[in-house]
């Protein structure tokens, strides 16, 4: 017995043997992807606050150009283009050079900045394909060109509300201008502008009063107005006891 034992003792341990010599290449390929997962995810975090402090100083200076612009002041020289940013610090360039085009010295400036704000646009939606808010952007800037950027600032618009139907800033923008646009539009974002538009009022109240003046005066008026009762038919303050 003991020799049986004994035997039976090796063969396990002959067994654990060539049981780890061939679990350990599988652990070497585990640890390999351990360490290219953390430092893909090292330099995503990188990159994310990197942007992240980009776009907070980017937003501090919109902010303070259109504080400026409000009250009629020059608000100086547009920042230097510069393409090798993040996507987020980008269309916060592209904003800027947009906010510069009331203050254009001359048609030869609106063009430039124009350009400018476009290829910025552009740049942001390479490295970030199908953002809305990037789409909103070019529809605004296209819509600045008149009757020479009205398909494309059409087509960005439909682009804006696929890649992103709600909108907090670009809202009331947007809805005035699909409203305006609205029989060039297709069914689904005329459906997508009703929509919002009943968004954004429940979300700013105070916007209620002018969204419906500018929908009233639009073909849009009776799809809104049939959206916004079934809605409405389902708040709190409107069901029976």
Do not use: C
Not at 186 to 214: C, G, H, K, N, Y
Request: proline share 7%; charged share 20%.
């Amino acid at each position: 017995m003991p020799p049986i034992i004994a035997r039976a003792n090796r063969n396990h341990a002959g067994a654990a043997s060539i049981a780890g010599s061939r679990a350990a290449p599988a652990r070497y390929l585990a640890i390999v992807a351990l360490v290219v997962v953390g430092i893909g995810a090292a330099s995503s975090v990188y990159e994310l606050r990197r942007e992240h402090a980009i776009a907070t100083a980017q937003e501090q200076l919109l902010a303070s150009v259109q504080f400026t612009a409000r009250r009629g002041l020059p608000i100086g020289p547009p920042p230097p283009l510069n393409l090798a940013q993040p996507p987020r610090a980008l269309l916060l360039d592209a904003q800027l050079y947009l906010n510069q085009v009331p203050f254009a010295q001359d048609a030869a400036d609106k063009r430039r900045l124009l350009s400018m704000a476009q290829r910025t646009i552009a740049a942001a939606l390479a490295g970030r394909p199908g953002w809305g808010e990037a789409e909103a952007l070019e529809a605004y800037l296209q819509s600045l060109k008149g009757s020479e950027g009205k398909v494309a600032a059409q087509r960005a618009l439909v682009r804006s509300y696929d890649h992103m139907p709600y909108m907090r800033e670009a809202a009331a923008w947007r809805i005035r201008y699909g409203l305006a646009q609205w029989g060039a539009l297709p069914d689904a974002t005329q459906r997508r502008i009703v929509d919002e538009a009943i968004w954004f009022v429940r979300l700013r109240p105070e916007q209620r009063d002018s969204i419906f003046a500018a929908v009233r005066a639009t073909p849009a008026y009776f799809p809104f107005m049939l959206r916004w009762r079934t809605v409405r038919a389902f708040d709190a303050d409107r069901l029976p006891n």
